[in-house]
């Protein structure tokens, strides 16, 4: 093999080389930018929905620790689709639970004897769905329907509320997530699961 022959050779091998090396460098770094940005959109998916939990537990304990005060005997005081208000005790003292759409970004709140406390801030939306016991075991059939009107029941409904629905929309970085969750109040039969 001659001289030059064999340089051009080399060459060839090493334009080659360079060229694979470049390859494999450049899906290297692909896929390290691919698994970083699948990492962050998790993590983003991930806060919004810590972030819109939190304040979800924090109304589904007390809803469930609601007591039954006056005529009937009502867990509820007062409810809308996105406020309610609950007693506390069986001395009536209540707190009431409501999204303040004016203050930007929104906020939910807590007032509880003329006091009010921020839970949550950046809500979108807040919706309260109220229901009823029909009477049947989960083997007959639904346990609940909704009241009348869904999300604000009448005066006559009030102290037969057995379930409130609470659904709460969180947004993050581009991600919105609509967290939802039911919670059997004290006053509802025990017969009656509510599945």
Known sequence: MRRGTRRGFVL?????????????????????????VSQQLTMDQHTAELTGWRPMHRLADNLRKAQSYGTG???????????????????????????????????????????????????????????????????????????????APSAAEMPNVVAVGITITMPLDGATRDLTTTVRIRNAPRTVSGH
């Open 12 to 36: 060839l091998q090493v334009v080659c080389s360079s060229a694979l090396a470049l390859l494999v460098g450049a899906m290297l770094v692909m896929f390290v930018r691919i698994t970083a």
């Open 73 to 151: 005997n009502p867990t509820l005081l007062a409810a809308t689709s996105s406020s309610l208000t609950l007693y506390d005790d069986s001395l009536g003292n209540t707190s009431q639970y409501w999204l303040d759409s004016i203050a930007q970004p929104h906020t939910l709140n807590r007032t509880r004897a003329s006091t009010t406390q921020m839970l949550a801030i950046g809500i979108v939306s807040l919706k309260f769905t109220y229901y009823l016991a029909t009477g049947n075991t989960p083997v007959q059939g639904a346990c609940w329907v909704t009241t009348a009107s869904p999300n």
